[in-house]
Structure formats: C-alpha cells, structure tokens
C-alpha cells in the first residue's frame, strides 16, 4: 500500500505540502489552498466562479464558467 506511518496518502504528501506553503505566502481557507494545490499540482486550470480567492497565485491558471 502507498500509505506511510501517519495513513495519509504519500501521493498526497506534494499536495498537502504546497497548501502550506500557499497558506504561508497569503491568508487563505484550507480548503482554498488544497484546491489551488491540486490544481497546480496537476497542471490543470481551476474552474471557479470565487477567482478573486486565488488571484494572487501568479503561476496558477484560473477560468470563471459564469463569464462568457
């Protein structure tokens, strides 16, 4: 199993370390973070009508579905 000592996922291990360091450049929720995180993480653009909560991301590519 890919799971180390604490139960935590190791794949998640990248993921949960840059929401910290998301948290720690700028005041964000968790979940906020996690989200970006993940994003990132995976090359992939976040969906999100709330973009204005991850603007200050600079590398991290964000699309609002309720614009046209």
């Given at each position: 199993?890919?799971?180390?000592?604490?139960g935590?996922?190791?794949?998640?291990?990248?993921i949960?370390?840059?929401?910290?360091?998301?948290?720690?450049?700028?005041?964000?929720?968790?979940?906020?973070?996690?989200?970006?995180?993940?994003?990132?993480?995976?090359?992939?653009?976040?969906?999100?009508?709330?973009v204005e909560?991850?603007?200050?991301?600079d590398e991290l590519r964000l699309?609002?579905?309720?614009?046209?």
């Open positions: 199993r890919d799971r180390d000592v604490t935590v996922q190791t794949c998640a291990l990248p949960l370390t840059a929401a910290i360091k998301l948290r720690q450049i700028k005041s964000m929720s968790l979940g906020d973070a996690i989200i970006a995180a993940t994003a990132l993480g995976n090359d992939c653009v976040l969906w999100t009508a709330n909560d991850f603007e200050h991301i699309h609002n579905p309720l614009l046209l």
